[in-house]
Protein backbone atom coordinates (compact mmCIF):
# COMPACT_ATOMS: atom_id res chain seq x y z
CA UNK A 1 0.00 0.00 0.00
CA UNK A 2 0.96 3.77 -0.54
CA UNK A 3 3.24 5.26 1.87
CA UNK A 4 3.04 8.59 3.88
CA UNK A 5 2.54 10.92 1.12
CA UNK A 6 4.31 14.72 1.95
CA UNK A 7 4.25 17.67 -0.59
CA UNK A 8 5.50 19.79 -1.81
CA UNK A 9 8.95 18.39 -1.35
CA UNK A 10 10.74 21.87 -1.62
CA UNK A 11 10.09 24.83 -1.05
CA UNK A 12 11.29 28.79 -0.83
CA UNK A 13 9.95 31.47 1.12
CA UNK A 14 10.77 35.03 1.92
CA UNK A 15 10.40 36.51 6.03
CA UNK A 16 6.78 37.68 6.84
CA UNK A 17 4.75 34.91 4.36
CA UNK A 18 3.00 31.62 5.11
CA UNK A 19 3.06 28.33 4.26
CA UNK A 20 0.76 25.65 4.02
CA UNK A 21 2.20 22.02 3.43
CA UNK A 22 0.32 18.79 2.94
CA UNK A 23 0.26 14.81 4.83
CA UNK A 24 -1.86 12.02 3.21
CA UNK A 25 -1.43 9.04 5.65
CA UNK A 26 -1.26 5.47 4.98
CA UNK A 27 -4.70 4.22 3.77
CA UNK A 28 -6.37 2.60 7.12
CA UNK A 29 -4.31 5.27 9.51
CA UNK A 30 -6.20 8.07 11.00
CA UNK A 31 -3.59 9.58 12.84
CA UNK A 32 -1.34 12.26 11.60
CA UNK A 33 1.29 14.04 13.85
CA UNK A 34 3.54 16.98 12.13
CA UNK A 35 7.60 17.05 13.78
CA UNK A 36 9.81 19.48 13.04
CA UNK A 37 13.65 18.45 11.85
CA UNK A 38 16.38 20.93 12.49
CA UNK A 39 20.29 19.72 12.76
CA UNK A 40 21.13 18.99 16.20
CA UNK A 41 17.54 19.46 17.55
CA UNK A 42 16.64 16.30 16.55
CA UNK A 43 12.78 15.57 15.98
CA UNK A 44 10.42 18.26 17.70
CA UNK A 45 7.04 17.17 17.72
CA UNK A 46 4.35 19.72 16.34
CA UNK A 47 0.93 18.08 16.83
CA UNK A 48 -1.11 15.31 16.66
CA UNK A 49 -4.32 15.03 15.09
CA UNK A 50 -6.89 12.38 15.03
CA UNK A 51 -10.47 12.76 13.42
CA UNK A 52 -10.02 15.62 12.62
CA UNK A 53 -9.31 16.62 16.51
CA UNK A 54 -6.02 18.01 17.73
CA UNK A 55 -5.12 15.22 20.21
CA UNK A 56 -1.81 16.79 21.38
CA UNK A 57 0.52 19.67 20.88
CA UNK A 58 4.10 20.59 21.55
CA UNK A 59 5.97 23.33 22.72
CA UNK A 60 5.39 25.88 19.06
CA UNK A 61 3.95 29.53 19.02
CA UNK A 62 0.49 29.99 17.92
CA UNK A 63 1.77 30.53 14.40
CA UNK A 64 2.34 27.06 13.64
CA UNK A 65 -1.39 25.55 12.97
CA UNK A 66 -2.82 22.41 11.73
CA UNK A 67 -6.28 20.59 10.77
CA UNK A 68 -7.47 17.54 9.61
CA UNK A 69 -9.82 16.59 7.05
CA UNK A 70 -12.39 13.55 6.88
CA UNK A 71 -10.31 11.70 4.79
CA UNK A 72 -7.25 11.65 7.49
CA UNK A 73 -5.49 13.73 4.76
CA UNK A 74 -3.79 16.63 7.56
CA UNK A 75 -2.02 20.09 6.88
CA UNK A 76 -0.12 22.39 8.60
CA UNK A 77 0.15 25.88 8.37
CA UNK A 78 2.81 28.23 9.33
CA UNK A 79 2.16 31.95 9.48
CA UNK A 80 4.59 35.28 9.63
CA UNK A 81 7.54 33.04 8.96
CA UNK A 82 10.96 33.65 10.57
CA UNK A 83 14.70 32.62 9.37
CA UNK A 84 14.50 29.61 12.39
CA UNK A 85 11.42 28.44 10.86
CA UNK A 86 13.29 26.40 8.05
CA UNK A 87 13.81 22.87 9.04
CA UNK A 88 12.29 19.35 7.22
CA UNK A 89 8.94 19.39 8.30
CA UNK A 90 8.55 15.77 8.90
CA UNK A 91 4.64 14.33 9.00
CA UNK A 92 3.83 10.54 9.99
CA UNK A 93 1.00 8.41 10.35
CA UNK A 94 -0.44 5.38 12.57
CA UNK A 95 -3.53 3.36 13.26
CA UNK A 96 -3.51 5.50 16.55
CA UNK A 97 -2.80 4.27 20.12
CA UNK A 98 -3.53 1.23 21.79
CA UNK A 99 -2.30 -2.58 22.56
CA UNK A 100 -2.64 -3.91 19.47
CA UNK A 101 0.92 -4.52 18.12
CA UNK A 102 1.78 -2.07 15.73
CA UNK A 103 -0.98 0.51 16.46
CA UNK A 104 1.74 3.22 17.75
CA UNK A 105 4.19 2.75 15.12
CA UNK A 106 5.10 5.90 13.30
CA UNK A 107 5.59 5.66 9.76
CA UNK A 108 7.06 9.05 8.34
CA UNK A 109 6.92 10.67 5.32
CA UNK A 110 9.70 12.05 3.12
CA UNK A 111 9.21 15.39 4.73
CA UNK A 112 8.71 19.07 3.63
CA UNK A 113 11.84 21.19 3.02
CA UNK A 114 10.94 24.84 4.10
CA UNK A 115 13.82 27.65 3.01
CA UNK A 116 12.99 30.72 4.53
CA UNK A 117 14.78 33.92 3.13
CA UNK B 1 5.80 17.22 30.06
CA UNK B 2 8.04 14.22 28.45
CA UNK B 3 11.60 14.78 28.09
CA UNK B 4 14.33 12.15 26.30
CA UNK B 5 17.57 12.35 26.50
CA UNK B 6 20.07 10.93 24.46
CA UNK B 7 23.87 9.93 24.71
CA UNK B 8 26.38 10.14 23.15
CA UNK B 9 25.51 13.03 20.37
CA UNK B 10 28.27 10.82 18.23
CA UNK B 11 29.77 7.50 18.00
CA UNK B 12 32.62 6.10 15.74
CA UNK B 13 33.22 2.45 15.82
CA UNK B 14 35.12 0.13 13.89
CA UNK B 15 33.42 -2.43 11.90
CA UNK B 16 32.61 -5.65 14.13
CA UNK B 17 32.62 -4.08 17.60
CA UNK B 18 29.34 -3.13 19.32
CA UNK B 19 27.57 0.01 19.81
CA UNK B 20 25.63 1.20 22.55
CA UNK B 21 22.98 4.18 22.71
CA UNK B 22 21.60 5.30 25.86
CA UNK B 23 17.96 7.18 26.63
CA UNK B 24 16.87 8.44 29.95
CA UNK B 25 12.90 9.56 29.93
CA UNK B 26 11.30 11.69 32.80
CA UNK B 27 7.87 10.87 32.52
CA UNK B 28 6.98 7.42 34.40
CA UNK B 29 3.61 6.79 32.87
CA UNK B 30 5.80 6.46 29.02
CA UNK B 31 5.08 2.58 28.06
CA UNK B 32 6.06 2.56 24.76
CA UNK B 33 9.71 3.25 23.28
CA UNK B 34 10.82 2.99 19.90
CA UNK B 35 14.31 3.17 18.12
CA UNK B 36 14.52 4.64 14.37
CA UNK B 37 17.06 5.10 11.49
CA UNK B 38 17.40 7.54 9.73
CA UNK B 39 20.01 7.31 6.69
CA UNK B 40 21.29 10.85 5.20
CA UNK B 41 18.85 12.21 2.85
CA UNK B 42 16.05 9.51 4.14
CA UNK B 43 13.16 9.27 6.44
CA UNK B 44 13.27 7.85 9.70
CA UNK B 45 12.03 3.93 9.69
CA UNK B 46 11.42 2.38 12.89
CA UNK B 47 14.09 -0.02 13.46
CA UNK B 48 13.18 -1.98 16.93
CA UNK B 49 10.59 -1.25 19.69
CA UNK B 50 9.78 -1.84 23.27
CA UNK B 51 6.92 -2.08 25.70
CA UNK B 52 6.81 -1.52 28.97
CA UNK B 53 6.17 -4.54 30.12
CA UNK B 54 9.05 -6.14 28.63
CA UNK B 55 12.66 -5.83 29.45
CA UNK B 56 14.50 -7.09 26.75
CA UNK B 57 13.80 -7.29 23.00
CA UNK B 58 16.28 -8.59 20.18
CA UNK B 59 15.46 -8.66 16.35
CA UNK B 60 18.74 -10.27 14.95
CA UNK B 61 21.98 -7.62 15.74
CA UNK B 62 19.87 -5.30 17.73
CA UNK B 63 18.30 -5.68 20.74
CA UNK B 64 16.80 -3.10 23.64
CA UNK B 65 16.72 -2.98 26.92
CA UNK B 66 14.32 -0.94 29.14
CA UNK B 67 15.21 -0.16 33.13
CA UNK B 68 11.62 1.10 34.28
CA UNK B 69 13.24 1.56 37.95
CA UNK B 70 15.79 3.96 36.50
CA UNK B 71 13.71 5.00 33.22
CA UNK B 72 16.50 4.45 30.81
CA UNK B 73 16.73 2.23 27.90
CA UNK B 74 19.47 1.84 25.53
CA UNK B 75 19.70 0.00 21.66
CA UNK B 76 22.40 -1.84 21.06
CA UNK B 77 24.15 -3.39 17.65
CA UNK B 78 26.18 -6.22 17.85
CA UNK B 79 29.01 -6.84 14.73
CA UNK B 80 28.62 -3.36 12.57
CA UNK B 81 28.61 -2.77 9.81
CA UNK B 82 29.15 0.17 7.27
CA UNK B 83 25.30 0.33 6.66
CA UNK B 84 24.53 0.61 10.13
CA UNK B 85 26.08 4.09 9.46
CA UNK B 86 22.98 6.34 10.27
CA UNK B 87 21.41 9.00 12.88
CA UNK B 88 19.44 6.78 15.62
CA UNK B 89 16.86 8.45 17.42
CA UNK B 90 14.94 7.22 21.13
CA UNK B 91 11.96 8.27 21.50
CA UNK B 92 8.93 7.62 24.32
CA UNK B 93 5.71 7.54 24.39
CA UNK B 94 2.28 7.70 26.85
CA UNK B 95 0.11 9.82 24.32
CA UNK B 96 2.68 11.30 22.18
CA UNK B 97 5.79 10.05 20.64
CA UNK B 98 8.75 12.34 22.02
CA UNK B 99 12.06 12.12 20.33
CA UNK B 100 15.84 12.35 21.91
CA UNK B 101 18.11 14.08 20.00
CA UNK B 102 19.93 11.70 18.17
CA UNK B 103 23.07 9.96 17.72
CA UNK B 104 25.04 10.13 14.52
CA UNK B 105 26.63 6.76 14.53
CA UNK B 106 29.39 6.18 11.88
CA UNK B 107 31.25 2.56 11.28
CA UNK B 108 34.79 2.22 10.36
CA UNK B 109 35.40 -0.13 7.87
Known amino acids: KAGVTQTPRYLIKTRGQQVTLSCSPISGHRSVSWYQQTPGQGLQFLFEYFSETQRNKGNFPGRFSGRQFSNSRSEMNVSTLELGDSALYLCASRAWTGPLPGANVLTFGAGSRLTVL | GENVEQHPSTLSVQEGDSAVIKCTYS??????FPWYKQELGKRPQLIIDIRSNVGEKKDQRIAVTLNKTAKHFSLHITETQPEDSAVYFCAASKNKLVFGAGTILRVKS
Open chain 2, 27 to 32: DSASNY
